[in-house]
């Protein structure tokens, strides 16, 4: 399954992954975009794009997300 985040604010926003059962950073397969900030993660059958709506990408840190 593929969701979308097209309005991320980094620094401000966090993702929660707690539902989907996601209890550390470690479980995440994240790749960062050099330009264009859109990040993709994934996590067992799911994958989740993120449009930090930069112009580079920020990256990603545990501090960003929800865990279960």
């Not at 993702?15 to 397969?29: K, P, W, Y």
């Not at 799911?46 to 929800?66: K, M, P, R």
């Amino acid at each position: 399954m593929k969701d979308v985040i097209d309005d991320f604010k980094v620094g401000e926003d966090t993702i929660d992954l707690s539902a989907a059962g996601v209890s550390s950073f470690s479980q995440l397969d994240i790749d960062e975009s050099l330009l264009g900030g859109w990040i993709t993660i994934s996590y067992g059958n799911d994958v989740l794009e993120v449009d930090t709506g930069w112009l580079f990408t920020y990256s990603l840190s545990a501090e960003d997300f929800v865990f279960a």
